[in-house]
């Protein structure tokens, strides 16, 4: 019995540019709002989410773009004490479900334990935690969204050791 090819993703991964930082923008928005937030919601996230080419400079931020160029996904880190926080991880609705999500996320994880981090910390929407428990993520708790204090978002960590 021979074995299957397995075909390659229709898209890569590449570091985001600055000139894309209003793309990304509306992607995170787009991706938010598939949970069925309200538009109030979703307009008090805006100003949390909103990227600028400055930030995109100052932080590493990766896009899963297809071969068209067409932005599916991206995620970005951001410091955290004892590791590395997985930031704005988003995918475009059109792509969930196309293997976008888990080819970011091992993406990360590479890229985590490159730059030498043992453990990366997750801040979740409380919709995508099943995701981040799929891909093998330990929940540690939760914390107060900066959105609205009296909702609580799932705090998942990830151990970086080689395995």
């Known amino acids: ?34 949970w069925g937030y309200e538009p109030g919601f979703l307009a008090r996230c805006r100003a949390a989410m909103t ?19 067409i932005l599916l996904g991206f995620y970005s880190f951001e410091p955290e004490r004892g590791g590395v926080g ?28 490159a730059l030498g981090h043992r453990e990366m910390v997750v801040v979740s929407d ?9 891909m093998g993520c330990r929940s540690a708790g939760a914390v107060p969204s900066e959105i609205d204090p009296a909702r609580f978002l799932p705090v ?3 151990g970086l050791e080689p395995r």
């Open 86 to 113: 997985l930031d704005m991880f988003f995918v475009e609705p059109e792509a969930i479900g196309r293997g976008v999500g888990r080819a970011l996320w091992d993406h990360a994880v590479a890229a985590a334990r």
């Open 126 to 134: 409380p919709n995508a935690a099943g995701f981040y428990q799929r």
């Open 1 to 34: 019995m021979t074995a299957e090819p397995v075909a390659a993703p229709a898209f890569a991964i590449r570091r985001a540019r600055p000139d894309e930082a209003q793309a990304l923008t509306e992607l995170s928005l787009r991706s938010k709002a598939v």
């Open 156 to 158: 998942f960590r990830y």
């Open 51 to 69: 990227l600028t080419p400055q930030k995109l400079r100052a932080h590493p931020f990766y896009v899963a773009q297809d071969a068209g160029g």
